[in-house]
């Protein structure tokens, strides 16, 4: 899965494409039910896009000093729709049409999953499972237990199936079909942590 945010691409953009995007933007997103109360007024954006496109004029006929203001003017147009980029994607929390609809262009960044705690996984041979745990810092060993689930009332009964030092354990000789439950342990200079939630598999 992936969030989408606005991208700030504009300041690659050329003299002229920058304001013909400014415009856009300004277009999409004043009036726009989705954002009633963007940090920069209309008014505000409006005369910045019309002070960079003056500028842009005037460079085409003037000096060193003329092109000078017209990058200036260009780098407060800059700052002007970055400041609005971000508040369309503090309103926006990732939607993408959100952001579309305001004008804005969009990326997509990756969205960092946790680690699971514990996983199992098919063994290299039939009858055994390879877990993998989330390796705890300060960990100097792991103990592992594992449960037959038959789904009986009376509860689990645990057994103890091996330790290690590192975070996984491969188990062999387990009975095909059947439904087996794992959870582990860490042993740590502060002592032994409670057992992990435990994961389901059944065997094959």
């Not at 970055?82 to 993408?96: F, P, S």
């Not at 952001?99 to 990326?107: K, P, Q």
Request: glycine share 6%; charged share 20%.
């Amino acid at each position: 899965m992936k969030i989408s945010k606005p991208v700030i691409d504009f300041a690659r953009f050329s003299m002229s494409e920058k304001v013909t995007f400014f415009r856009h933007v300004n277009d999409q997103l004043y009036g726009n039910p989705l954002f009633t109360t963007p940090d920069i007024t209309f008014a505000e954006a409006k005369a910045a896009v019309d002070a960079l496109e003056a500028a842009i004029l005037a460079a085409k006929e003037g000096g060193p000093t003329a092109v000078s203001a017209m990058h200036d003017a260009a780098e407060r147009a800059d700052t002007l729709y970055r400041n609005l980029a971000h508040y369309v994607e503090r309103i926006a929390a990732g939607d993408e049409t959100s952001i579309l609809s305001s004008g804005f262009h969009i990326s997509k960044q990756p969205v960092k999953t946790p680690k699971a705690e514990l996983a199992a996984f098919d063994g290299e041979h039939s009858g055994s499972v390879r877990l993998v745990a989330k390796a705890l810092l300060g960990a100097v060993a792991y103990l592992w237990q594992m449960a037959i689930d038959d789904a009986a009332e009376t509860g689990l009964v645990w057994i103890a199936i091996g330790s290690s030092t590192r975070a996984t354990l491969d188990v062999s000789g387990l009975e095909v079909m059947k439904r087996y439950k794992f959870r582990y342990a860490a042993i740590t200079a502060n002592g032994t942590t409670d057992y992990c939630e435990p994961v389901t598999k059944i065997i094959i």
